[in-house]
C-alpha cells in the first residue's frame, strides 16, 4: 500500500498532517488527518479572571 | 550579494506573528525584492521534506514563533537551527513562553483531562486520548509527544537574536528587517525590535507619585484616560517591561501585560514587578500592606502573563 504524506498543511492557522492511503490500483483507500498541535487554553484559562480571558483566548488564533 | 534566503515557522503559536509580518503591508513587496522564503507555512507551501533537504546553513535568517509544547515543536527548531545561519525567536512565546507558556501553571495530565475527558462540549465516551504511536489497519500514524512543560526555544536550541512582543509591532518588524538586509547584525544574544527602555518611557500618561492605596479591577473603576494606570491602581506592568511597542495598550486604556519581557539586566519580570508594587504600596502597617495586595487577583498570572517559562520560576510546583 502506498502513502501519501502532506506535512505540513499549508495556508491556514494551526498545524494539520494528512496522510493518504493508496490501494495496489491507486485509488485512495483511507485519509487520515491529524492535527499534532495543543496548546490547553481550556485548561490554563483556569484561575485567570474573567476579563482578562478576552486577550487571552484572543492568542488561540491570530489569523 | 545574492538574494537572502529566509524562513518563518510556528511551533506552539497562534499565527499573530505571521500575520504582523504581513502587517507591514505594502512594504512586503520590498521584502520579496531581497530575499527568497524558502520556508512559511502560513504563507507558501513548503514541507518539511523540501527543509530537511536544504544543505545545513541554506537559510540565512529564519524567524521562529511559538513556544516549545511538543516533541515536534522541538524537532523543528533543531532541523530550522541546522539549515539556518541566523535564528530569531521571534515574539513573545518563542523568547519567554508567551501565552502558551501559562500551560505551566498547570500539569500535563491536568490539560489532556480537561481536554480531551472533561470539556463539557467533548463527546469521548471511550475515554480516548492522543498517542505518539497508533496502529491502523493500512499502517502506523504518528503524532508529537505533549510535553509536561513549556518550553522556550532558547532552552531546547542556540538562539542568536530575541526579537519580543505579542505580536511584535510591525514598524519593529520592518526595522529589523533593514537590518537583516544591511548585513550589519547586532551582537549574538541581543534583543531587537525594541526599545532599552521602559514601556512608562514611551507611554503619554501623565506621571506624578506612584502611592497606591487600593487595586481595582475593571468593572471597580472608570480610568483617566490622562493618567498613568498604576497610580490609579490598575494593575499594569509598564515599569517592568520593556518598551518598543508604541504603548499601544496603555494609549487604548488597556493596561500593559508585559508581552515585551524584562528590560536588560533583569532575570525576572514578574519578581520586579513585585518589587515595584513593594515600593507603592501607600501602607502605614504591615495588615494594609497586605490588605491592598491582596486586591489583586491571580497575581502570578498577571505577573508572567507572557514569561512564566523564560522566568526563575518555569512553572508552578504543584499544578
Known amino acids: ?63 | 550579494m545574492g538574494k537572502l534566503k529566509i524562513a518563518s515557522y510556528w511551533a506552539a503559536a497562534c499565527g499573530g506573528c505571521d500575520v504582523a509580518i504581513l502587517d507591514i503591508h505594502e512594504k512586503i513587496v520590498d521584502v520579496a525584492n531581497i530575499a527568497d522564503i524558502v520556508f512559511w507555512p502560513v504563507a507558501t507551501d513548503f514541507k518539511e521534506k523540501d527543509v530537511e533537504g536544504y544543505p545545513d546553513g541554506y537559510i540565512d535568517v529564519t524567524l521562529f514563533h511559538g513556544a516549545i509544547r511538543n516533541s515536534e515543536n522541538e524537532h523543528y527548531a533543531q532541523l530550522l537551527r541546522r539549515k539556518s545561519k541566523v535564528l530569531v525567536a521571534f515574539g513573545s512565546c518563542s523568547m519567554m513562553g508567551g501565552i502558551p507558556g501559562l500551560a505551566n501553571f498547570k500539569s500535563r495530565d491536568g490539560i489532556l483531562s480537561r481536554v480531551y475527558l472533561e470539556s463539557p462540549s467533548t463527546q469521548n465516551r471511550e475515554g480516548v486520548l492522543p498517542q505518539t504511536r497508533v496502529e491502523v489497519p493500512e499502517g502506523e500514524l504518528e503524532l508529537p509527544y505533549f510535553y509536561e512543560d513549556v518550553k522556550t526555544l532558547a532552552d531546547v536550541v542556540d538562539v542568536d537574536y530575541f526579537m519580543p512582543g505579542c505580536p511584535p509591532a510591525p514598524h519593529q518588524i520592518w526595522a529589523v528587517l533593514q537590518v537583516i538586509a544591511s548585513g550589519n547584525l547586532p551582537p549574538k544574544g541581543a534583543v531587537v525590535g525594541a526599545s532599552d527602555k521602559s514601556l512608562c518611557d514611551e507611554c503619554p500618561r501623565v506621571k506624578t507619585e506612584k502611592k497606591v492605596k487600593k487595586f481595582y479591577r475593571p468593572h471597580e473603576i472608570i480610568p483617566d484616560p490622562e493618567k498613568c494606570l498604576l497610580e490609579q491602581g490598575i494593575v499594569c506592568m509598564g515599569p517592568v517591561t520593556r518598551g518598543g511597542c508604541g504603548a499601544q495598550c496603555t494609549r487604548a486604556n488597556m493596561p500593559c501585560r508585559g508581552c515585551y519581557g524584562p528590560l536588560d539586566g533583569v532575570v525576572d519580570q514578574g519578581a520586579k514587578f513585585v518589587s515595584t508594587l513593594a515600593s507603592i504600596v501607600d501602607a502605614d502597617t504591615p495588615e494594609e500592606a497586605e490588605e491592598i495586595i491582596g486586591k489583586i487577583v491571580d497575581p502570578a498570572g498577571t505577573f508572567y502573563r507572557f514569561g512564566l517559562p523564560g522566568s526563575l520560576l518555569r512553572r508552578a510546583r504543584n499544578a
Do not use: W
Open chain 1, 1 to 63: 500500500m502506498r502513502r501519501i504524506t502532506i506535512d505540513p498543511i499549508t495556508r491556514l492557522e494551526g498545524h494539520g498532517k494528512i496522510n493518504i492511503f493508496l490501494d495496489d490500483t491507486g485509488a485512495v483507500k483511507n485519509v487520515y488527518f491529524q492535527v499534532p498541535e495543543l496548546r490547553g487554553f481550556e485548561k490554563f484559562v483556569e484561575g485567570r479572571p474573567a476579563e482578562e480571558v478576552p486577550q487571552i483566548v484572543s492568542r488561540i488564533c491570530g489569523v
